[in-house]
């Protein structure tokens, strides 16, 4: 059974930064994707950024592109979202996710039909 666990999210001011991490156990396939989903209060989830831990291929929302950097270890037990340059409306719940995968493109399309398996979340807060 897929384990997801998010840590580091936290409160920053405009212009800030925030490293979340994501512990994954229990992957029965060896590649996946996993990714990073937020959603914000009174707004549909977003897919953030997804990477394919076959080959480290990355994917982002416009909305973050130049802003947030994902980044695995280990084959993906261990993802990072590097979040620099932070705006308010970064402001969201952050959700790990992850699915198996077996070519890069998946992990594309996934972040907009979601993933599999959820992790239970991080609060990112930014203020103004």
């Known amino acids: 059974q897929v384990q997801l666990a998010e840590s580091g999210g936290g409160s920053v001011q405009t212009g800030g930064s925030l490293r979340l991490s994501c512990a994954a156990s229990?992957?029965?396939?060896?590649?996946?994707?996993v990714g990073w989903f937020r959603q914000a209060p009174g707004k549909e989830r977003e897919g953030v950024a997804s990477?394919?831990?076959?080959?480290?291929?990355?994917y982002y929302a416009d909305s973050v592109k130049g802003r947030f950097t994902i980044s695995q270890v280990n084959a993906g037990r261990t993802v990072y979202l590097q979040m620099d340059n932070l705006k308010p409306e970064d402001t969201a719940m952050y959700y790990c996710?992850?699915?198996?995968?077996?070519?890069?493109?998946?992990?594309?399309?996934?972040?907009?039909?979601?993933?599999?398996?959820w992790g239970k979340g991080t609060l990112v807060t930014v203020s103004s």
């Open positions: 990477i394919y831990t076959g080959g480290a291929t990355t």
């Open positions: 996710a992850a699915e198996a995968a077996f070519y890069g493109g998946t992990c594309s399309k996934a972040l907009s039909s979601g993933m599999d398996t």
């Open positions: 229990g992957f029965h396939y060896p590649t996946n994707c």
